[in-house]
């Protein structure tokens, strides 16, 4: 099945010692970082290094807590419950030291933060276009090569199955590259399913799909099903400002206890009808702050000319995945390494449960997570390339890749309808939000047999690679989260589990998931706590 | 989605094609670029934030095609209003460093 690389003729080729994939948050904090520790980094992204991602047309909170014993752990303990007491202590330490040093590293590197009315700067939001050009500017200034618009198709590995590059095509040149590198960083997001929540649309799991042809494993898949309130027909999903609305049905009545953000309550409330926001809660001071704070939030409602402060909009819940679940890539160690040798994973694309667990809100938590891992990663996968040698070229080279890139007796696929099919699987409220055994199981076997169908389609045609590779990751994510999902047979952080409706101490465990044509899933212990029993 | 490229105001710098992370204008030799593929519009706004000239328009549909006028989005100070809110026109340099955030994220 694995192809020689020689077959890969008529593409630019580079040498590096640390390639990244992804220029979203992660994916550049790992480029500097390998870069500084000495390493020749090349960096692709699919859409652009400063635009690309669920960061840069957004605005996020970081999880930035002053150096005060107190404070720190009060923000530790704060989502313990929320996250189902799976966050590792240890690791929350190190990101939030490590958060804080990235901050103020932004600060000097003129980040315009606020000040407050006594004169002091305050750190803990960034503006996704501010901090995504500003990395762009140390990514260069760092002496990374970027490579817009070159998306990864496959991951490169040797004979002793450790990754040796990627390769991808250059989608506005129409060729291919070819990188030779002896460490990866995997900073490909997570995955959104092409459901056009803010930013997400680059998310579809791409990485998740080249690293487990690799031979790399997953975590925390079952902690894949967050939704965002949007208004009905746009892509603005900004949850926070909902904290101040009221949502009612068609004829004007209040849903009850769907007040503030209670999303759990709108889904039920969208599976039997429309929904309506309002943000009537907000006084004229807040109103104000919240013009200020995103003005991304408003286009949608200025440009319909809606007054979302007076007036109802019809509102629905977008997919973000595991953009805003937990779930991703297995981390092995501090450096944010992989099971595979010489890869590295970074932000979204890797489990987040070490210091969230099974929830988290987005923002915070997952921007701090991004800056740290991608900060790890790239020292590690530097570190990594420094002890092997880059001039100990390996003597074979082989493509992982599969699925739409290696023949097959039938036809290629077409990418649109495998999406959708994913899709119909993944957006529904009453199979993804709220789970059920039977209904999983059912998914399952539709995701399993489409899957099936993939693997035995052509090539697809260069014009198409891209998109069906999309499509396929997008179907091997469902297939981890599902049967994950159904592995966990409680209720716990963002799982919802209706035929298991509470959380279960004996299943206080991480779930690993993997495998491609045959997806399995194990168990890991989560780090001991003292409290978990009497808290839970 | 995006909806316009203003002929009367691109300079055919071609920021668009490159930061477009979907890939959806195509560069045209001395011609201002063309929306080639709207479909894969994620209706982000970032093209209109980096358009150094404010000749682009994304309507708030993210799922439909809208009719927009030229016109009545230059009456209305529609184009490059994104861009003046989030303090990247010549004009608007203030506003990069008053983001409110703060006082609607941190506990009151």
């Given at each position: 099945?694995?192809?020689?690389?020689?077959?890969?003729?008529?593409?630019?080729?580079?040498?590096?010692?640390?390639?990244?994939?992804g220029?979203g948050?992660?994916?550049?904090?790992?480029?500097?970082?390998?870069?500084?520790?000495?390493?020749?980094?090349?960096?692709?992204?699919?859409?652009?290094?400063?635009?690309?991602?669920?960061?840069?047309?957004?605005?996020?909170?970081?999880?930035?807590?002053?150096?005060?014993?107190?404070?720190?752990?009060?923000?530790?303990?704060?989502?313990?419950?929320?996250?189902?007491?799976?966050?590792?202590?240890?690791?929350?330490?190190?990101?939030?030291?490590?958060?804080?040093?990235?901050?103020?590293?932004?600060?000097?590197?003129?980040?315009?933060?606020?000040?407050?009315?006594?004169?002091?700067?305050?750190?803990?939001?960034?503006?996704?276009?501010?901090?995504?050009?500003l990395?762009?500017?140390?990514?260069?200034?760092?002496?990374?090569?970027?490579?817009d618009?070159?998306?990864?198709?496959?991951?490169?590995?040797d004979?002793?199955?450790?990754?040796?590059?990627?390769?991808?095509?250059?989608?506005?040149?129409?060729e291919?590259?070819v990188?030779?590198?002896p460490?990866?960083?995997?900073?490909?997001?997570?995955?959104?399913?092409?459901?056009?929540?803010?930013?997400?649309?680059?998310?579809?799991?791409?990485?998740?799909?080249?690293?487990?042809?690799?031979?790399?494993?997953?975590?925390?898949?079952?902690?894949?099903?967050?939704?965002?309130?949007?208004?009905?027909?746009?892509?603005?999903?900004?949850?926070?400002?909902?904290?101040?609305?009221?949502?009612?049905?068609?004829?004007?009545?209040?849903?009850?206890?769907?007040?503030?953000?209670?999303?759990?309550?709108?889904?039920?409330?969208?599976?039997?009808?429309?929904v309506?926001?309002?943000?009537?809660?907000?006084?004229?001071?807040?109103?104000a702050?919240?013009?200020?704070?995103?003005?991304?939030f408003?286009?949608?409602?200025?440009?319909?000319?809606?007054?979302?402060?007076?007036?109802?909009?019809?509102v629905?819940?977008?997919?973000?995945?595991?953009?805003?679940?937990?779930g991703?890539?297995?981390?092995?160690?501090?450096?944010?390494?992989?099971?595979?040798?010489?890869?590295?994973?970074?932000?979204?694309?890797?489990?987040?449960?070490?210091?969230?667990?099974?929830f988290?809100g987005?923002?915070?938590?997952?921007?701090?997570?991004?800056?740290?891992?991608?900060?790890?990663?790239?020292?590690g996968?530097?570190?990594?390339?420094?002890?092997?040698?880059?001039?100990?070229?390996?003597?074979?080279?082989?493509?992982?890749?599969?699925?739409?890139l290696?023949?097959?007796?039938?036809?290629?696929?077409?990418?649109?309808?495998?999406?959708?099919?994913?899709?119909?699987?993944?957006?529904?409220?009453?199979?993804?939000?709220?789970?059920?055994?039977?209904v999983?199981?059912?998914?399952?076997t539709?995701?399993?047999g489409?899957?099936?169908?993939?693997?035995?389609?052509?090539?697809?045609?260069?014009?198409?690679?891209?998109?069906?590779?999309?499509?396929?990751?997008?179907?091997?994510?469902?297939?981890?989260?599902?049967?994950?999902a159904?592995?966990?047979?409680?209720?716990?952080?963002?799982h919802?589990r209706?035929?298991?409706?509470?959380?279960?101490?004996?299943?206080?465990?991480?779930?690993?998931?993997?495998?491609?044509?045959?997806?399995?899933?194990?168990?890991?212990?989560?780090p001991?706590?003292?409290?978990?029993?009497?808290?839970? | 989605?995006?909806?316009?490229?203003?002929?009367?105001?691109c300079?055919?710098?071609?920021?668009?094609?490159?930061?477009?992370?979907?890939?959806?204008?195509q560069?045209?030799?001395?011609?201002?670029p063309?929306?080639?593929?709207?479909?894969?519009?994620?209706?982000c706004?970032?093209?209109?934030?980096?358009?150094?000239?404010?000749?682009?328009?994304?309507?708030?549909?993210?799922?439909?095609p809208?009719?927009?006028?030229?016109?009545?989005?230059?009456?209305?100070?529609?184009?490059?209003?994104?861009?003046?809110?989030?303090?990247?026109?010549?004009?608007?340099?203030?506003?990069r460093?008053?983001?409110?955030?703060?006082?609607?994220?941190?506990?009151?």
């Amino acid at each position: 099945m694995a192809n020689a690389l020689s077959n890969a003729a008529g593409s630019i080729q580079f040498d590096a010692d640390v390639l990244v994939i992804g220029g979203g948050p992660a994916g550049s904090w790992a480029a500097c970082s390998a870069a500084s520790a000495g390493a020749r980094v090349i960096l692709v992204d699919k859409g652009y290094c400063g635009s690309s991602g669920a960061t840069a047309p957004s605005g996020t909170g970081v999880w930035y807590v002053q150096p005060d014993a107190a404070k720190r752990e009060a923000a530790m303990a704060s989502r313990d419950a929320l996250g189902g007491f799976l966050a590792d202590r240890s690791w929350m330490r190190r990101v939030l030291d490590r958060t804080y040093d990235n901050v103020n590293l932004l600060a000097e590197w003129g980040y315009p933060f606020p000040s407050d009315e006594t004169g002091q700067e305050r750190r803990t939001n960034l503006k996704g276009p501010e901090y995504m050009r500003l990395m762009r500017r140390r990514v260069r200034e760092a002496g990374v090569k970027i490579l817009d618009h070159s998306p990864a198709l496959e991951l490169l590995v040797d004979e002793n199955g450790a990754v040796a590059g990627a390769m991808g095509v250059r989608r506005q040149e129409g060729e291919n590259w070819v990188v030779r590198a002896p460490a990866v960083v995997i900073a490909t997001g997570g995955c959104a399913f092409l459901s056009k929540a803010l930013g997400c649309n680059v998310l579809t799991g791409d990485g998740h799909l080249m690293a487990a042809e690799a031979g790399a494993d997953l975590s925390g898949m079952e902690f894949s099903n967050a939704y965002a309130i949007s208004p009905a027909s746009a892509s603005v999903t900004k949850t926070l400002f909902y904290n101040w609305a009221s949502f009612t049905d068609e004829d004007g009545h209040p849903i009850p206890g769907a007040s503030g953000h209670h999303r759990s309550v709108i889904a039920k409330a969208l599976l039997k009808h429309k929904v309506y926001g309002q943000i009537d809660r907000a006084d004229p001071g807040t109103q104000a702050a919240m013009r200020l704070a995103q003005p991304n939030f408003f286009l949608p409602f200025d440009r319909a000319g809606h007054d979302p402060f007076t007036q109802r909009f019809q509102v629905i819940l977008r997919l973000e995945g595991t953009v805003r679940g937990t779930g991703g890539l297995r981390i092995t160690d501090n450096s944010c390494a992989t099971s595979v040798p010489g890869l590295y994973a970074a932000g979204d694309a890797a489990t987040r449960e070490l210091i969230c667990g099974g929830f988290t809100g987005g923002g915070s938590h997952n921007a701090a997570w991004a800056m740290s891992s991608g900060f790890w990663a790239g020292a590690g996968a530097a570190d990594h390339a420094r002890h092997r040698g880059t001039r100990a070229q390996p003597r074979q080279v082989t493509r992982a890749g599969g699925v739409a890139l290696t023949q097959g007796p039938n036809r290629p696929f077409d990418p649109e309808r495998a999406t959708r099919a994913v899709q119909d699987e993944v957006f529904p409220y009453d199979k993804n939000y709220f789970r059920h055994g039977a209904v999983l199981g059912e998914s399952l076997t539709r995701l399993d047999g489409l899957w099936h169908k993939l693997r035995i389609a052509d090539a697809a045609a260069p014009e198409n690679v891209v998109k069906a590779r999309e499509a396929a990751a997008m179907v091997a994510t469902a297939r981890w989260m599902f049967r994950s999902a159904l592995a966990r047979a409680e209720t716990r952080g963002m799982h919802k589990r209706e035929d298991y409706p509470n959380q279960d101490a004996g299943q206080r465990h991480y779930l690993t998931s993997g495998g491609l044509d045959e997806v399995w899933t194990s168990t890991r212990l989560a780090p001991a706590r003292d409290d978990v029993e009497v808290a839970a | 989605m995006i909806e316009l490229i203003s002929e009367a105001r691109c300079t055919e710098c071609n920021i668009c094609v490159a930061v477009c992370p979907t890939n959806v204008f195509q560069a045209v030799p001395d011609s201002p670029p063309i929306i080639a593929r709207q479909g894969d519009c994620q209706t982000c706004f970032m093209c209109e934030l980096y358009c150094p000239v404010d000749a682009l328009f994304v309507a708030h549909d993210a799922n439909d095609p809208a009719v927009v006028d030229e016109g009545q989005l230059i009456a209305s100070a529609a184009l490059g209003s994104y861009r003046k809110a989030i303090g990247w026109t010549p004009g608007s340099r203030a506003q990069r460093g008053i983001d409110q955030s703060f006082k609607l994220t941190e506990p009151h």
